[in-house]
């Protein structure tokens, strides 16, 4: 018979990767509360004109990559390929809003994107992100880069930098807009057939292509910061001198654009040195609220790609405590059911096998499980009311009393 086999860009974390997710879950949001974010779970699917009003409907995102389907009603339904879109419609839905109040939301889930898989790119992701909801001044957009940098080091991740770069508020961003088409008008016959359409319709994006080349032609048009106004001069240059006062490390990119329609003004990248692919990725989108039917409310927040972090944090996860107990004969194993019970009761892992079987094959068992100790009991330490407690790492053992096993177990783990 034909075996299944996973679909094509979808991956499993098994264990021994879970237990490095759950680690770096848990810093994350951890690190996010820290800052004033409280967790929200939109649903995985939304309105499809959703993404489409938000992300733009010539992004690749939309034109390529999105999984959309109607259901049994006919409504035009999409797996999320990002988290923003469904954190901002969710923030208008649910309450009326209070003029000058600061919302901060995190999020953690998987996302979708009909993407070419490849190392680090997948069409089931997983991100974790950040929205920062009513904040316009641009240390909001510093603290934002800052929580980022607070979870790297909190992961240990050495090496890394943010790229960093503004795009303009919409009038500025759409003035750029023209200088960019005019000056790469010029380099039509150089860009890729992508890159032709883009011209036309988003030429910002040709920052953002994955053709080097089509980069490398997009590299002679004038930098944004030459056109922007005093304005957004200004903020950029505030959001510069508050990365600097945090010393965090950052690298000014005049060719960082998003490949998301909604940012303006800040936007920035997570980079670990040598890798082609940003680690995480935000900045600001001031007009997305008003224009998915809120109330005028600047924001900026970011999202991080686990996958890409996970294969860059070293992890030195601590073993939890945990014993095998090898009981052997009827009465052992009637026992074995208090010992076990006890053992979990006081936080301590606990395995046993309940088929009939030998000490050595127990031992084998107790040597798969990657337990620290095994207790042993059979019918001749019942009678003695005695276990033998073998140190799995060293191969020493101990007769303990039934009376004081437990104790003498929490006094070795520690
Ligand atoms: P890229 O340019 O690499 O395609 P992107 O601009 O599409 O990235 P964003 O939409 O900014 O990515 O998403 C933020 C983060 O999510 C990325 O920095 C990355 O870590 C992660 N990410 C995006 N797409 C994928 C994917 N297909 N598989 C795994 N992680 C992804
Ligand atoms: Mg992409």
Same mark, same amino acid.
């Given at each position: ?23 770096? +879950?848990?810093?994350?949001? /951890? ?43 006919? =409504? ?12 901002? =419609? ?8 209070? *003029? ?9 889930? *998987?996302?979708? =994107? ?19 909801? !009513? ?62 359409? =883009? ?49 965090? *490390? ?28 940003? #680690? ?8 997305? #609220?008003?224009?998915?039917? !809120?109330? /005028? ?15 860059? #944090? ?6 939890? *405590? ?11 194993? &009637? ?47 019942? +009678?003695?009311?005695?276990?033998? &407690? ?7 053992? +101990? ?16």
């Amino acid at each position: 018979m034909d075996r299944y086999k996973k679909v094509r860009g979808m991956h499993d974390i098994m264990p021994g990767e879970t237990e490095k997710w759950q680690f770096a +879950e848990t810093v994350l949001a /951890d690190s996010a509360k820290l800052h004033g974010y409280r967790e929200i779970r939109p649903p995985v699917i939304e309105e499809r004109m959703l993404f489409e009003r938000s992300i733009g409907a010539s992004s690749d995102i939309i034109s390529k990559e999105i999984y959309s389907f109607q259901d049994r009603k006919g =409504r035009h339904l999409a797996l999320r390929p990002e988290g923003t879109a469904s954190v901002v =419609r969710a923030f208008i839905e649910s309450a009326p809003p209070i *003029p000058g109040k600061i919302t901060r939301l995190y999020y953690y889930g *998987p996302m979708f =994107r009909y993407d070419r898989p490849q190392k680090g790119r997948y069409r089931q992701f997983y991100q974790f992100g950040v929205e920062l909801l !009513g904040g316009k001044h641009p240390f909001f957009d510093g603290e934002a880069v800052a929580l980022l940098d607070f979870m790297a080091r909190k992961l240990n991740i050495t090496g890394y930098y943010f790229a960093i770069n503004t795009l303009g508020c919409p009038k500025c961003k759409s003035a750029y807009t023209e200088i960019v088409r005019s000056a790469l008008s010029a380099k039509e016959d150089s860009l890729c057939e992508d890159c032709r359409t =883009r011209l036309k319709i988003s030429p910002l994006r040709i920052f953002d292509c994955k053709n080097a080349e089509c980069r490398e032609s997009a590299a002679c048009a004038p930098a944004v910061t030459e056109t922007l106004c005093k304005e957004c001069l200004d903020h950029f240059g505030e959001f510069e001198e508050y990365v600097k006062k945090a010393g965090i *490390p950052c690298k000014k990119q005049s060719g960082l654009v998003r490949g998301l329609d909604y940012y303006t003004r800040t936007v920035f990248e997570l980079y670990v040195n040598g890798d082609e692919n940003a #680690v995480a990725a935000g900045g600001r989108y001031d007009s997305l #609220v008003r224009e998915l039917g !809120g109330a /005028d409310t600047p924001a900026v927040g970011f999202a991080l790609g686990m996958e890409r972090l996970i294969s860059i #944090v070293n992890f030195k996860l601590e073993k939890t *405590p945990s014993v095998y107990l090898a009981a052997m004969g009827k009465a052992a194993a &009637l026992k074995g059911i208090s010992i076990v019970k006890e053992l979990r009761n006081e936080g301590i892992a606990a395995e046993t096998d309940y088929e009939d079987r030998g000490l050595k094959a127990h031992l084998k068992n107790a040597d798969r499980s990657g337990a620290q100790w095994c207790l042993i009991v059979g019918d001749r330490e019942l +009678e003695k009311n005695e276990f033998i &407690l073998k140190n799995m790492v060293t191969g020493e053992q +101990e007769n303990i009393s039934e009376d004081t096993y437990l104790k003498r177990i929490k006094e070795l783990i520690k």
